[in-house]
C-alpha cells in the first residue's frame, strides 16, 4: 500500500495547493478554453453513463460517490433520493461540493475529507468512483476495489484511463517531466489485465471521448 498512499498525498496536494481553482471552474457553467470544453462534456456524458448502471429510484438506497471530487455526482444521486456519502481527498474540493448542493437535498448527502478507501465509512448498496482511480497502479486499483466491492450489496462502477496508443504516449512523456513539476499522472490500464489482477468480475460497460477527455467505464458486480 506504499505507492498507493504515496500517489493518494500527491493528488490531495495537487487538488488543494495547484488545481482547485481550474477545477472549480471547470465543473460549474462558467466559460472556459476548448479544449477544458471538451473535458467538460467528456465527463458529463461519462456521469451519464455511470449514473445509467444505478436504478432511475434511489430511494432510500445507500451510495458511496468515492471520490466526489466538486460533487456533480454527488447532486444527480441525492436528487434521485439516495443517502450519499460523499469523499475526497480534497477537503478544499469537499468545501466546494458541500456549498454547491442545493438545500433541499442536504439531509441526504454526508460530506467527508479522507481516504475513499477506509473501511469505517461503512457498507453501502452501491459505490461509483468517477475518475478518481486514475492515477494508480493495476495492483493498487484491484486491491482499491477488493476492499470497495466487500462493502457494497450491489455493482461498483469506476473508471479508468483506457490503454490506447494515445494515452501511452501521453503517460510516458510525462514520466520526462522532474517529477517537482508533475502533476498527477493517469496510468492507462487494460481492463483484461485489472480483471485479472481482480481475480476476475470485471466488466465493461463503455468508453467516452471528448477531445482531451477519454475515458473507460467499468464496473465490479456483485
Request: glycine share 8%; proline share 5%.
Amino acid at each position: 500500500m506504499a505507492d498507493y498512499v504515496a500517489t493518494r498525498d500527491r493528488v490531495e496536494d495537487y487538488f488543494d495547493r495547484t488545481a482547485t481553482t481550474v477545477w472549480e471552474r471547470l465543473t460549474s457553467d462558467a466559460p472556459v478554453s476548448r479544449i477544458r470544453q471538451t473535458v467538460r462534456e467528456g465527463r458529463d456524458a461519462m456521469r451519464a453513463m455511470m449514473l445509467g448502471r444505478l436504478p432511475a429510484d434511489l430511494g432510500g438506497v445507500r451510495v458511496l460517490d468515492a471520490g466526489c471530487g466538486a460533487g456533480q455526482m454527488t447532486a444527480e444521486l441525492a436528487a434521485r433520493g439516495a443517502d450519499v456519502t460523499a469523499i475526497d481527498i480534497s477537503p478544499r474540493l469537499i468545501e466546494i461540493a458541500a456549498a454547491r448542493l442545493p438545500e433541499r437535498d442536504r439531509a441526504r448527502v454526508r460530506f467527508v475529507a479522507g481516504d475513499m478507501l477506509a473501511p469505517e465509512h461503512g457498507a453501502f448498496d452501491f459505490i461509483v468512483a468517477m475518475d478518481s482511480l486514475i492515477y494508480y497502479s493495476t495492483a493498487d486499483i484491484a486491491r482499491a476495489l477488493d476492499g470497495l466491492r466487500a462493502r457494497a450489496a450491489g455493482r461498483v462502477v469506476f473508471t479508468v484511463p483506457p490503454r490506447t496508443p494515445l494515452l501511452m504516449a501521453m503517460w510516458q512523456a510525462g514520466r520526462l517531466f522532474p517529477r517537482a513539476d508533475r502533476s498527477p499522472i493517469m496510468v492507462p490500464q487494460d481492463h483484461r489485465a485489472l480483471a485479472r489482477a481482480l481475480g476476475g468480475g470485471v466488466g465493461r460497460v463503455g468508453r467516452v471521448q471528448r477531445g482531451f477527455y477519454i475515458s473507460e467505464c467499468l464496473e465490479v458486480r456483485p
